[in-house]
Each structure stands twice: as C-alpha cells, then as structure tokens.
C-alpha cells in the first residue's frame, strides 16, 4: 500500500515553480490539469486538496475559482508558448496564470 505524505506550505512552495505549458500539456490530455484562480494563493490549494477538504473544494469550483483546464485554455496556451505557476497536489497538477504586470 502506497503511503501518501502530506507536505507543509514550505514544502509546496519549494516545489512550486513556473513551466511551459508544452512541458505539461500531457497532465491536460489525461484530464489531471487544474487552473487556480489569480486570487487564490496556489500553494493554500494545494493544501486544501491534500486535505481532501470537499466543502472548500467545491465552494471554489462553485465559484470557478478552480477549475479542470477545458480546450481553450490548452489552444491558448500552447499558441501562446505560456508559462504558468505549477505545484502538484496529487492526483492532480494546479496550474496558476502568471500575472507579469504585478
């Protein structure tokens, strides 16, 4: 039986970094993508999901705040060559816009 350890906010953000969407659009063909609204602190999701915190989780996908990446998006992103804040919370890989006006 695997053991799933769950890791401190330290530890996520460590892991948090930015990447090409080329580099992980086969996450978004197996349906394991997920966008993180700008308002959203990424790494606070991650914990949230590792968590298996339900009521939080869809109280953000009721307000799309989170949400599975759809075709758009991909087309997008691969035109655009993007680069995206990405930290993984398993099963699933959280992505967030990078805002370069900040």
């Given amino acids: 039986m695997t053991e799933i350890i769950n890791k401190t906010y ?3 953000k ?9 580099e992980i659009e086969q996450f978004f063909a197996r349906g394991m993508l997920v966008l993180v609204s700008e308002d959203l602190d990424i790494i ?8 298996d915190d ?8 009721s307000q799309e ?3 599975r990446v759809h075709d758009d998006y ?5 035109k655009k060559e993007t680069l995206l804040m990405a930290v993984t919370a398993v099963p ?4 967030q816009e990078i805002d370069f006006h900040k």
Avoid at 14 to 22: D, H, L, R, V
Avoid at 74 to 78: D, H, L, N, Q, T
Avoid at 92 to 95: C, D, I, K, M, S
Wanted: aromatic share 10%; with cysteine; glycine share 0%.
């Fill in 10 to 12: 330290e530890e996520l």
């Fill in 14 to 22: 460590q892991e948090c970094a930015p990447i090409a969407y080329k």
């Fill in 44 to 51: 606070d999701v991650a914990l949230v999901i590792q968590a």
């Fill in 54 to 61: 339900s009521q939080q989780i869809n109280e953000w996908i």
């Fill in 65 to 67: 705040k989170v949400i």
């Fill in 74 to 78: 991909a087309v997008e992103w691969s």
């Fill in 92 to 95: 699933w890989l959280l992505v």
